[in-house]
């Protein structure tokens, strides 16, 4: 079946030490989202891709990076993780952008716990 | 901005029918609404449109309101699988939605 797959779906990391989380979806979508979403929380924004084209969200902190090295894959970068960051991060697709009238597709989240 | 979704949660019995509101203070497009299960991804359940559309996902409708920037979401005759918590994404004149808090249904036998 299409779907967003992400890798973890645990990952325990140390405080100060990067991490990289993987999201790959299989729907040949043009937008990919990465979301933070902490407990009992809405998922926050924390960029987007269209295409190639990197949106990073203002008030998403520099230790975030994402990278896209083609349609399939996305990869969300913590450069050095802090306590505050430990959080469940969403993957999503969307075939495009325009009006928020697009469909999201979500994969079923990477948990972060950070020691 | 952050829609205002209320109530914050509800408890209901199987068969039960209940309401959850999403407003927004911007003038919107669209309203996504989402069902997400305890350790898991959100699931989308439906997209309004402006036009005040109304929609449904098998005993699960919403209303839109463009004017009054509202849209509503109603569960009928609920079951046990309804339970989980319900998001509403909406979307303005750019690229992203924008989700209220949630609303944490529980449906009990």
């Given at each position: ?115 | ?29 669209s309203v996504h609404w989402y ?12 997209i ?40 509403c994404g909406?979307g ?5 939605l ?12």
């Open positions: 079946d299409a779907m967003v797959i992400q890798n973890p779906r645990y990952q325990v990391t140390q405080f100060g030490k990067p991490v990289t989380l993987s999201c790959s979806q299989t729907l040949n979508h043009n937008v990919m989202y990465w979301y933070q979403q902490k407990s009992s929380q809405a998922p926050k924004l924390l960029f987007h891709y269209y295409d190639k084209d990197f949106n990073n969200e203002a008030d998403t902190p520099d230790n975030f990076q994402s990278r896209r090295p083609n349609t399939s894959f996305c990869f969300l970068d913590i450069r050095s993780p802090g306590l505050g960051d430990a959080a469940m991060y969403l993957c999503a697709t969307s075939r495009d952008l325009g009006g928020g009238n697009n469909e999201q597709f979500f994969g079923p989240g990477t948990r972060l716990t950070v020691l | 901005q952050q829609p205002v979704q209320s109530p914050q949660a509800v408890i209901l019995r199987e068969g039960e029918d209940a309401v959850i509101n999403c407003s927004s203070s911007k003038a919107l497009y069902r997400q299960k305890h350790g898991e991804a959100p699931v989308f359940l439906m309004l449109l402006k036009g005040g559309e109304q929609k449904g996902h098998e005993k699960i409708s919403a209303s839109f309101n463009e004017k009054k920037q509202q849209s509503s979401l109603y569960l009928t005759a609920s079951q046990l699988s309804y339970s989980g918590t319900y998001f909406t303005s004149n750019d690229y992203k924008s989700f209220g808090a949630g609303t944490t249904v529980t449906v009990r036998a």
